[in-house]
Protein backbone atom coordinates (compact mmCIF):
# COMPACT_ATOMS: atom_id res chain seq x y z
CA UNK A 1 0.00 0.00 0.00
CA UNK A 2 1.45 3.33 -0.90
CA UNK A 3 1.79 5.99 2.00
CA UNK A 4 1.65 9.15 0.14
CA UNK A 5 -0.25 8.52 -3.31
CA UNK A 6 -0.48 11.11 -6.20
CA UNK A 7 -2.46 11.40 -9.40
CA UNK A 8 -1.85 11.91 -11.82
CA UNK A 9 1.91 10.74 -11.70
CA UNK A 10 2.05 12.76 -15.13
CA UNK A 11 0.03 16.04 -16.54
CA UNK A 12 0.47 17.52 -19.49
CA UNK A 13 -1.61 20.33 -20.21
CA UNK A 14 -1.99 24.22 -22.67
CA UNK A 15 -1.63 27.38 -21.30
CA UNK A 16 -5.01 28.76 -20.11
CA UNK A 17 -6.01 26.05 -18.76
CA UNK A 18 -7.20 24.37 -14.88
CA UNK A 19 -6.02 21.44 -13.85
CA UNK A 20 -5.77 19.80 -10.58
CA UNK A 21 -3.47 17.07 -8.63
CA UNK A 22 -4.92 14.84 -5.72
CA UNK A 23 -3.05 13.75 -2.48
CA UNK A 24 -4.35 11.08 -0.56
CA UNK A 25 -2.53 9.39 2.76
CA UNK A 26 -2.83 6.40 4.43
CA UNK A 27 -0.97 7.01 7.61
CA UNK A 28 -2.66 8.70 9.72
CA UNK A 29 -0.93 11.78 9.72
CA UNK A 30 -2.65 14.77 10.84
CA UNK A 31 -0.76 17.34 8.76
CA UNK A 32 -0.20 17.36 4.99
CA UNK A 33 1.79 19.46 2.26
CA UNK A 34 2.48 20.74 -0.94
CA UNK A 35 6.03 20.94 -2.46
CA UNK A 36 6.85 22.43 -5.82
CA UNK A 37 10.37 20.83 -7.17
CA UNK A 38 11.85 23.18 -10.30
CA UNK A 39 14.04 22.79 -12.79
CA UNK A 40 17.20 23.31 -10.86
CA UNK A 41 16.01 20.89 -8.33
CA UNK A 42 14.66 23.59 -5.65
CA UNK A 43 12.23 22.60 -3.19
CA UNK A 44 9.98 24.80 -1.82
CA UNK A 45 7.05 24.44 0.15
CA UNK A 46 3.49 26.05 -0.85
CA UNK A 47 0.90 24.81 1.35
CA UNK A 48 0.15 22.84 5.02
CA UNK A 49 -2.95 22.04 6.40
CA UNK A 50 -3.34 20.36 9.59
CA UNK A 51 -6.61 18.83 10.31
CA UNK A 52 -8.31 20.50 7.38
CA UNK A 53 -7.21 23.57 8.85
CA UNK A 54 -5.38 26.08 6.18
CA UNK A 55 -1.23 26.11 8.14
CA UNK A 56 1.00 27.74 5.85
CA UNK A 57 0.20 29.72 2.28
CA UNK A 58 3.54 30.85 1.19
CA UNK A 59 3.98 33.29 -1.59
CA UNK A 60 2.20 31.40 -4.19
CA UNK A 61 -0.03 33.09 -7.03
CA UNK A 62 -3.90 33.13 -6.60
CA UNK A 63 -4.49 30.83 -9.24
CA UNK A 64 -3.02 27.92 -7.06
CA UNK A 65 -6.04 26.56 -4.96
CA UNK A 66 -5.71 23.58 -2.00
CA UNK A 67 -8.14 21.75 -0.76
CA UNK A 68 -8.41 19.50 1.93
CA UNK A 69 -11.69 18.03 2.21
CA UNK A 70 -10.42 15.64 5.33
CA UNK A 71 -7.30 14.94 6.99
CA UNK A 72 -6.66 12.73 4.70
CA UNK A 73 -6.93 14.11 1.45
CA UNK A 74 -5.12 17.44 0.29
CA UNK A 75 -5.52 18.51 -3.40
CA UNK A 76 -4.32 20.87 -5.76
CA UNK A 77 -6.05 23.02 -7.97
CA UNK A 78 -4.47 25.55 -10.67
CA UNK A 79 -6.49 27.97 -12.54
CA UNK A 80 -5.14 29.58 -15.76
CA UNK A 81 -1.98 27.67 -15.95
CA UNK A 82 1.30 29.51 -17.14
CA UNK A 83 4.41 28.27 -18.77
CA UNK A 84 6.19 29.09 -15.18
CA UNK A 85 4.02 26.43 -13.39
CA UNK A 86 5.71 23.58 -14.92
CA UNK A 87 7.87 21.91 -12.59
CA UNK A 88 7.28 18.86 -10.31
CA UNK A 89 4.77 18.77 -7.54
CA UNK A 90 5.11 16.85 -4.30
CA UNK A 91 2.97 16.21 -1.96
CA UNK A 92 4.00 15.08 1.62
CA UNK A 93 2.31 14.49 5.24
CA UNK A 94 3.72 14.43 8.79
CA UNK A 95 2.31 12.99 12.38
CA UNK A 96 1.40 15.92 14.55
CA UNK A 97 1.57 19.77 13.69
CA UNK A 98 5.30 20.04 12.65
CA UNK A 99 7.06 18.34 9.40
CA UNK A 100 9.04 16.05 11.76
CA UNK A 101 9.65 13.06 9.96
CA UNK A 102 7.32 14.12 6.47
CA UNK A 103 6.81 11.31 4.06
CA UNK A 104 6.93 12.47 0.59
CA UNK A 105 4.29 11.12 -2.39
CA UNK A 106 6.15 10.24 -5.40
CA UNK A 107 5.41 13.54 -7.55
CA UNK A 108 3.27 15.13 -10.18
CA UNK A 109 5.48 16.13 -13.12
CA UNK A 110 3.66 19.30 -14.56
CA UNK A 111 4.24 20.19 -17.99
CA UNK A 112 2.26 23.59 -19.49
CA UNK A 113 3.15 23.94 -23.17
CA UNK B 1 13.21 33.42 6.96
CA UNK B 2 15.35 30.56 7.49
CA UNK B 3 18.89 30.73 5.30
CA UNK B 4 19.89 27.21 4.01
CA UNK B 5 23.09 26.29 2.42
CA UNK B 6 25.03 22.75 1.69
CA UNK B 7 28.18 22.16 0.33
CA UNK B 8 29.38 20.88 -1.99
CA UNK B 9 26.77 21.28 -4.47
CA UNK B 10 28.65 18.48 -6.36
CA UNK B 11 30.54 15.54 -4.51
CA UNK B 12 32.13 12.66 -6.91
CA UNK B 13 33.91 9.96 -4.59
CA UNK B 14 35.04 6.29 -5.48
CA UNK B 15 32.88 3.01 -4.44
CA UNK B 16 34.13 2.51 -0.68
CA UNK B 17 35.27 6.03 0.19
CA UNK B 18 33.26 8.44 2.70
CA UNK B 19 31.36 11.01 1.85
CA UNK B 20 30.44 14.37 4.06
CA UNK B 21 27.86 17.26 3.04
CA UNK B 22 27.21 20.00 5.35
CA UNK B 23 24.18 22.37 5.89
CA UNK B 24 24.44 25.85 7.41
CA UNK B 25 21.21 27.45 8.32
CA UNK B 26 20.56 30.80 10.15
CA UNK B 27 17.54 30.37 12.04
CA UNK B 28 18.89 29.64 16.06
CA UNK B 29 15.39 28.31 17.17
CA UNK B 30 15.69 25.61 14.33
CA UNK B 31 15.90 22.37 16.83
CA UNK B 32 15.04 19.40 14.10
CA UNK B 33 17.94 18.42 11.60
CA UNK B 34 17.11 15.88 8.68
CA UNK B 35 18.48 14.53 5.78
CA UNK B 36 16.63 13.61 2.62
CA UNK B 37 17.47 10.97 -0.46
CA UNK B 38 16.56 11.82 -3.89
CA UNK B 39 17.31 9.57 -6.57
CA UNK B 40 16.52 10.65 -9.88
CA UNK B 41 12.85 10.92 -11.13
CA UNK B 42 11.68 9.42 -7.42
CA UNK B 43 10.52 11.44 -4.46
CA UNK B 44 12.81 12.99 -1.25
CA UNK B 45 12.94 10.39 0.92
CA UNK B 46 13.99 10.93 4.76
CA UNK B 47 17.42 9.02 5.35
CA UNK B 48 18.27 10.33 8.90
CA UNK B 49 16.84 13.11 11.19
CA UNK B 50 18.36 14.12 14.58
CA UNK B 51 17.20 16.21 16.92
CA UNK B 52 18.41 19.84 18.91
CA UNK B 53 19.04 17.57 22.28
CA UNK B 54 21.29 15.23 20.29
CA UNK B 55 25.00 15.80 18.75
CA UNK B 56 24.96 13.04 16.82
CA UNK B 57 23.02 10.42 15.51
CA UNK B 58 24.29 6.74 13.45
CA UNK B 59 22.31 4.07 11.28
CA UNK B 60 24.73 1.56 9.71
CA UNK B 61 26.60 3.53 6.96
CA UNK B 62 25.16 7.26 7.57
CA UNK B 63 25.39 9.50 10.73
CA UNK B 64 24.19 13.34 11.31
CA UNK B 65 26.59 15.05 13.20
CA UNK B 66 25.25 18.55 14.79
CA UNK B 67 26.96 21.56 15.99
CA UNK B 68 24.29 24.09 17.30
CA UNK B 69 26.71 26.75 18.27
CA UNK B 70 27.76 27.09 14.70
CA UNK B 71 24.36 26.84 13.20
CA UNK B 72 25.59 23.76 10.95
CA UNK B 73 24.85 19.83 10.68
CA UNK B 74 26.19 17.34 8.48
CA UNK B 75 25.53 13.96 7.07
CA UNK B 76 28.43 11.33 6.80
CA UNK B 77 28.23 8.76 4.19
CA UNK B 78 30.65 5.78 5.15
CA UNK B 79 32.07 2.87 2.76
CA UNK B 80 29.79 4.50 -0.43
CA UNK B 81 27.91 2.37 -2.96
CA UNK B 82 27.16 2.91 -5.89
CA UNK B 83 23.28 3.15 -5.01
CA UNK B 84 23.91 5.97 -2.96
CA UNK B 85 24.49 7.87 -5.94
CA UNK B 86 21.57 10.61 -5.73
CA UNK B 87 20.82 13.79 -4.32
CA UNK B 88 20.58 15.12 -0.31
CA UNK B 89 18.86 17.65 0.52
CA UNK B 90 19.09 18.92 4.26
CA UNK B 91 15.83 20.54 5.64
CA UNK B 92 15.70 22.09 8.68
CA UNK B 93 12.89 23.90 9.95
CA UNK B 94 12.03 27.29 10.45
CA UNK B 95 12.31 28.73 13.68
CA UNK B 96 8.18 28.19 13.74
CA UNK B 97 8.17 24.74 13.42
CA UNK B 98 5.77 24.34 11.26
CA UNK B 99 7.40 24.04 7.47
CA UNK B 100 11.33 22.51 6.57
CA UNK B 101 13.24 24.85 4.62
CA UNK B 102 15.09 22.56 1.83
CA UNK B 103 18.59 23.52 1.34
CA UNK B 104 20.31 23.62 -2.93
CA UNK B 105 21.08 19.91 -2.95
CA UNK B 106 24.29 18.11 -3.40
CA UNK B 107 24.42 16.04 -6.33
CA UNK B 108 26.66 13.00 -5.08
CA UNK B 109 28.09 10.66 -7.86
CA UNK B 110 29.97 7.11 -6.45
CA UNK B 111 32.49 6.04 -9.06
CA UNK B 112 33.30 2.63 -9.46
Known amino acids: DTAVSQTPKYLVTQMGNDKSIKCEQNLGHDTMYWYKQDSKKFLKIMFSYNNKELIINETVPNRFSPKSPDKAHLNLHINSLELGDSAVYFC????????????FGQGTRLTVV | GENVEQHPSTLSVQEGDSAVIKCTYSDSASNYFPWYKQELGKRPQLIIDIRSNVGEKKDQRIAVTLNKTAKHFSLHITETQPEDSAVYFCAPPNGGGNKLTFGTGTQLKVEL
Open chain 1, 92 to 103: ASSQGQGPYGSF
